[in-house]
């Protein structure tokens, strides 16, 4: 399921009902997208699993970071560090990275 605004890019607003412009444009035409008025509410009234605050939430914390990184290749970087840090515990970092390293130079 695609969940975003509806937004001109993402849904073509003059249609009744509404449609997807995204759905259309993906080679798999089985994906659901749904879509939150903005201007209306944040969450959907008749589904509160249809909202738009957990990526706007990512990209707040995201955004200064790449901001601040002046080449392309940084701004890459920084995703997957932000990424990593994002999704795994302590713990959890410190076995991956040496799962990594044993995968990546050790061959094991």
């Given amino acids: 399921m695609i969940i975003s605004d509806d937004y001109s890019t993402y849904v073509i607003n003059r249609a009744t ?11 798999q035409k089985h994906f659901l997208h749904r879509w939150v008025n903005h201007s209306i509410n944040f969450v959907d009234p008749l589904d509160a699993t249809i909202h738009t605050n957990t ?14 990184k002046k080449h392309l290749y940084h701004i890459y970087e920084y995703i997957n560090e932000f990424m ?7 713990r959890e970092r410190f076995e991956r990275i040496i799962e990594l390293l044993r995968r990546d130079f050790f061959n094991v």
């Fill in 17 to 27: 009902p509404k449609v997807s412009k995204i759905v259309n444009l993906l080679p």
């Fill in 84 to 90: 990593f840090y994002r999704y795994f515990e302590d």
């Fill in 55 to 68: 990526i706007e939430r990512m990209w707040q914390d995201l955004r200064p970071g790449i901001r601040s």
